[in-house]
Structures are given as structure tokens and as C-alpha cells.
């Protein structure tokens, strides 16, 4: 008997990546188009379509019948699930996964409260707990506590994409475009807020090093990753270079990913984010 993790490609996991990771892909439709996230829409690929039209794509959770296929498979190879799902308070995933759970006693279905890089933190930490030799059951009880130390903060490019989603106003967006404004927001207590505004990447990537900074800094032991919305990293490895100082004497390379249809979808490209476990807090 092994212990398997279970995530959703929210969470800009490949799958593949490793053989006990599994990454159940979230539905993805561009009009009358479906694909499955990650599957047979690349993040690339996904990007050029987004770029191209008009309407934004829907997203949609995964479904309790699409958890019961992957629990089918690992009851039948005797393992364990430890599951984490991106944060029930931006999707329906969550619940999905905990009533396909319901006849099975040896599935443990962790919320991450935090999406994209923010989950993928939380994954990784659970292979390292994993690793390490820990029981399942040990690892879902640290993994909730662990996870409320995950600071999530993204530096936004575009007001555009929030105005398709009717997030924020026409005339909120036009005005932002003209002036420049760069959102930061975080995910906090499983959902998205927003931290401040700045004029121009300059000014924003200050800003995020500022957010970064009072949520208690960088716990460089544990895991932290860095993700980019779109088809070039140029934006990221600018902010990389710029907030060289917070990097330059903890780690010898940063881990980086594009980041997929669950968050770009809302954001647009152009995006830049980090996740980390705080320092500090709780």
C-alpha cells in the first residue's frame, strides 16, 4: 500500500511529473469548445485563444463522478489519497471531491484555501511530508495547519480581463488603462483580494516586494514558487531582477511555472505571482 496525492490542474501541476502524483484536469470551454485543462489545451495554447476572443471562457469544477474514478483506481491498488483541491471559495471542487470520498476510509481531502501557485505549494509540501516517511493521516492534519502560513500576492497587468468578467466597471478599467494601474491582490482566507494599486510595472513590482514583506517574508525551507500568466515569462524575470535582494542570498535557482485556465482566465496575461510560506503568523 502507497500513499497517492490527488490535486486539480488548477494548481498548474503537470501531470506526469511524478507517477504518485495525480492531476485531475478541470473543464475548460471556449463557445461551443470543450477541452480538458491541461490534457488537450496547452497553457500556451490556451493563451492564444484567450488573446483572440472577445468572451471570456467558462471554467468549470470537477465533478464527484470524475473524483470516484481516480478513488475506484486507487482502492483497487490498495493505496491512499491525500487530496488537495483548489479553495471552496472559488469553486465547487472541493465539495466534489468530499461526497465522492464518502464510502472510502482511507481518502483524506485537504481544502488548500488558495489556488494556482498558492496549491501547488501545498502539494509540494505534502510529497516532501510524504518523503519523509509520514503517515497519511499525519500529513492531512499538517497540511491543515500548514496551509494558513501560504501567502499568495500577484501583480496584475490588465484591468481588462476583470471588466469581461464584471469584476470591476467599463469605466473602472478604461480608467486604470489610461493611468497605468498596476492591481496587486493575495488570496486570503481562500479568497481573492485586493492589497493596493500602483502606477506602472515599476512601481507594482515595489509594491509586491512591500506585500511580500509584511506578510512575514519568505520561509525559504519550505516551498515557494513563482508563476506568469501568458505566453512570455519576460514580466517575471523582470520582477525577479528587480527584487533580486530578497532572493540573491537564500536560494541558488527559483522555481517558476506558467500559470493556467483556472486564474488566467480571470486575469488575463501578463500576470505575475508568488506563493510561499510565510515566516511569521499562524
Partial sequence: ???????????????????????????????????????DISH????????????LPITSQATPYDYEEVYKEAAAAGDTLIVITLSSKLS??????????????????VD??????????LVELALRLKD???????IAEQLERKKKKIRLVALLDTLEYLKK???????AAVAGSLLSIKPVIAIENGEVVMLGKARGSRHGNNLLVEKIKESGG????????????????????KYIADSEALW?????????????AAIGTHVGPGAIAVAFFAQNGV
Fill in 1 to 39: 500500500m502507497s500513499i497517492r496525492i490527488v490535486t486539480d490542474s488548477a494548481s498548474d501541476i503537470a501531470n506526469g511529473e511524478r507517477n504518485d502524483v495525480t492531476v485531475l484536469p478541470l473543464k475548460l470551454r471556449f463557445g461551443d469548445e470543450e477541452f480538458m485543462d491541461g490534457v
Fill in 92 to 109: 465547487g471542487t472541493y465539495q466534489s471531491a468530499v461526497i465522492a470520498a464518502a464510502d472510502y476510509d482511507n481518502i483524506y481531502v
Fill in 112 to 121: 488548500s484555501e488558495n489556488v494556482t501557485v498558492g496549491e501547488h505549494v
Fill in 165 to 171: 468578467g464584471g469584476r470591476i466597471s467599463k469605466t
Fill in 44 to 55: 500556451k495554447e490556451f493563451y492564444e485563444k484567450l488573446i483572440e476572443t472577445e468572451e
Fill in 218 to 237: 519568505i520561509d525559504f525551507e519550505k516551498p515557494h514558487i513563482l508563476g506568469y500568466t501568458g505566453l512570455s515569462d519576460a514580466l517575471l524575470r
Fill in 248 to 260: 540573491r542570498d537564500e536560494v541558488e535557482r527559483l522555481e517558476i511555472t506558467s500559470v493556467g
Fill in 132 to 138: 519523509s516517511g509520514m503517515e497519511a493521516k499525519d
